[in-house]
């Protein structure tokens, strides 16, 4: 499985190694600089030492303890003639080099560590002016340590200063991220680039070119459904009317019920696949929000479906009708309304009741509850038969599996939302919708 990682993090963690390798690489270099220079100036001190001494060389011994700690200034100096000693048969605390016939410095490797020695051979005497290595290096460790203390206090404060920019520069990004959060999920529109950095630029333009794949696509279905279910309404409201003549002339046969039965599925999943296209394409257009009476809109909504409630010698009616003046999109309303009460016929027995109340609350929404006696949906099913083509009871025939999937799309275009839930009074299903009063369509 592959794992996420942060690029902000991962730039911010980065550039702090950087940054302790980079002090790391000034304190070597520093560390070497400081020992060159310290040894430049140390070199001609203890040349001008020895060309003093060569003035008026006489016999000297240094005395060299080994507990104590010399600093850059303690130089040793030994003078010693070639015909009264011989070097290897002192006993110094530090080294004596054998005589030299040229002048120059020398390194000499000793029980208390090297020595640097500048030796000045004069006709009678040696001369030798001799310094720890280590002072040196001492020396120089201090003054790169020195020289380090001053980033090491920045350092911090340079860090802070870089996770800042880091985090500014990576702003667009999570801009980004959050104008793709904010979009409607039915959202094609392009997206503007006129502040996004150069580096987006190409992703950007990607994403608007499968928008526009992905909206001609969408486009071709609906027009391809929208053109189907039209040409299918004109044959199939023919053969029914030709299977009511052979029904009313044989009445007792009953592959022609069947074949009745069958029609009106058909007719019924035309009707329904033409409403779908029609709220697709809603959804991807501009809508027209009126001001409306939602009383009206129930009332007529029952009053077209009132010859099938009789049909089935159902009881459809209202158990709250209070005045709810609402301002949204009155054509979804309808279809919200229409096919929550076909729906609830189709699901009801015979002799069942179906109840439809309409109300408001004082927090700007508007309810219309409807309730029917039929046998209800498992609560673990609710979210099942939003889902298009879902049918829960397949041996009616009369049924499509897209009317609970239409009415829930059209509520969340309109803002609101659908609790499926059992009816306490009768029984069935109880479909509770919440619109709200003000207009609340979400824009694409």
């Given at each position: 499985?592959?794992?996420?990682?942060?690029?902000?993090?991962?730039?911010?963690?980065?550039?702090?190694?950087?940054?302790?390798?980079?002090?790391?690489?000034?304190?070597?270099?520093?560390?070497?600089?400081?020992?060159?220079?310290?040894?430049?100036?140390?070199?001609?001190?203890?040349?001008?030492?020895?060309?003093?001494?060569?003035?008026?060389?006489?016999?000297?011994?240094?005395?060299?303890?080994?507990?104590?700690?010399?600093?850059?200034?303690?130089?040793?100096?030994?003078?010693?003639?070639?015909?009264?000693?011989?070097?290897?048969?002192?006993?110094?605390?530090?080294?004596?080099?054998?005589?030299?016939?040229?002048?120059?410095?020398?390194?000499?490797?000793?029980?208390?560590?090297?020595?640097?020695?500048?030796?000045?051979?004069?006709?009678?005497?040696?001369?030798?002016?001799?310094?720890?290595?280590?002072?040196?290096?001492?020396?120089?460790?201090?003054?790169?340590?020195?020289?380090?203390?001053?980033?090491?206090?920045?350092?911090?404060?340079?860090?802070?200063?870089?996770?800042?920019?880091?985090?500014r520069s990576m702003k667009p990004l999570e801009d980004f991220k959050s104008e793709l959060a904010k979009r409607d999920s039915n959202s094609l529109v392009a997206i503007q680039n006129g502040h996004y950095p150069a580096e987006l630029l190409p992703?950007?333009?990607?994403?608007?070119?499968?928008?526009?794949?992905?909206?001609?696509?969408?486009?071709?279905?609906?027009?391809?459904?929208?053109?189907?279910?039209?040409?299918?309404?004109?044959?199939?409201?023919?053969?029914?009317?030709?299977?009511?003549?052979?029904?009313?002339?044989?009445?007792?046969?009953?592959?022609?019920?069947?074949?009745?039965?069958?029609?009106?599925?058909?007719?019924?999943?035309?009707?329904?696949?033409?409403?779908?296209?029609?709220?697709?394409?809603?959804?991807?257009?501009?809508?027209?929000?009126?001001?409306?009476?939602?009383?009206?809109?129930?009332?007529?909504?029952?009053?077209?479906?009132?010859?099938?409630?009789?049909?089935?010698?159902?009881?459809?009616?209202?158990?709250?009708?209070?005045?709810?003046?609402?301002?949204?999109?009155?054509?979804?309303?309808?279809?919200?309304?229409?096919?929550?009460?076909?729906?609830?016929?189709?699901?009801?027995?015979?002799?069942?009741?179906?109840?439809?109340?309409?109300?408001?609350?004082?927090?700007?929404?508007?309810?219309?509850?409807?309730?029917?006696?039929?046998?209800?949906?498992?609560?673990?099913?609710?979210?099942?038969?939003?889902?298009?083509?879902?049918?829960?009871?397949?041996?009616?025939?009369?049924?499509?599996?897209?009317?609970?999937?239409?009415?829930?799309?059209?509520?969340?275009?309109?803002?609101?939302?659908?609790?499926?839930s059992r009816s306490e009074e009768l029984g069935g299903l109880s479909v509770l919708v919440k619109i709200p009063i003000q207009p609340n369509v979400k824009a694409d």
């Amino acid at each position: 499985m592959e794992t996420t990682f942060s690029l902000r993090k991962r730039l911010i963690r980065y550039t702090s190694i950087f940054s302790v390798l980079l002090g790391c690489v000034l304190v070597f270099s520093a560390y070497k600089i400081s020992l060159e220079e310290i040894n430049e100036i140390l070199d001609a001190q203890m040349v001008y030492l020895a060309e003093r001494v060569e003035l008026n060389p006489r016999p000297i011994q240094s005395d060299f303890d080994v507990h104590k700690r010399y600093h850059e200034e303690d130089l040793f100096i030994d003078v010693w003639a070639y015909a009264d000693q011989n070097p290897s048969k002192m006993t110094p605390h530090h080294v004596i080099i054998e005589p030299k016939q040229k002048a120059g410095f020398y390194s000499q490797d000793t029980v208390h560590g090297t020595w640097i020695t500048y030796i000045l051979p004069t006709p009678n005497y040696q001369i030798q002016i001799s310094q720890q290595e280590k002072v040196r290096e001492h020396l120089a460790l201090e003054l790169a340590g020195s020289m380090f203390l001053p980033y090491l206090l920045i350092i911090p404060f340079a860090l802070l200063g870089l996770v800042y920019i880091i985090r500014r520069s990576m702003k667009p990004l999570e801009d980004f991220k959050s104008e793709l959060a904010k979009r409607d999920s039915n959202s094609l529109v392009a997206i503007q680039n006129g502040h996004y950095p150069a580096e987006l630029l190409p992703t950007i333009h990607e994403m608007n070119h499968l928008f526009e794949r992905i909206s001609v696509a969408q486009q071709e279905q609906r027009q391809f459904v929208a053109d189907a279910a039209h040409e299918l309404r004109t044959p199939l409201t023919a053969l029914n009317l030709q299977t009511e003549i052979l029904m009313s002339q044989f009445p007792e046969e009953g592959n022609l019920q069947n074949l009745s039965k069958g029609l009106a599925r058909m007719q019924h999943l035309v009707t329904q696949l033409l409403a779908l296209a029609k709220q697709d394409a809603s959804l991807s257009h501009e809508v027209q929000v009126t001001q409306f009476k939602l009383n009206d809109v129930a009332l007529s909504c029952v009053e077209q479906l009132m010859n099938l409630a009789m049909e089935k010698d159902i009881d459809l009616g209202f158990v709250r009708n209070e005045p709810v003046i609402l301002k949204s999109v009155e054509h979804s309303i309808h279809s919200i309304i229409f096919n929550l009460i076909d729906n609830a016929i189709k699901y009801t027995p015979v002799a069942g009741m179906i109840n439809v109340s309409v109300f408001a609350d004082i927090h700007d929404f508007a309810y219309v509850l409807i309730e029917d006696s039929g046998s209800g949906i498992d609560p673990e099913m609710y979210d099942k038969v939003l889902k298009r083509f879902y049918r829960v009871h397949h041996h009616l025939e009369v049924g499509s599996g897209l009317g609970l999937s239409i009415v829930d799309k059209a509520i969340q275009h309109l803002g609101g939302d659908l609790t499926l839930s059992r009816s306490e009074e009768l029984g069935g299903l109880s479909v509770l919708v919440k619109i709200p009063i003000q207009p609340n369509v979400k824009a694409d």
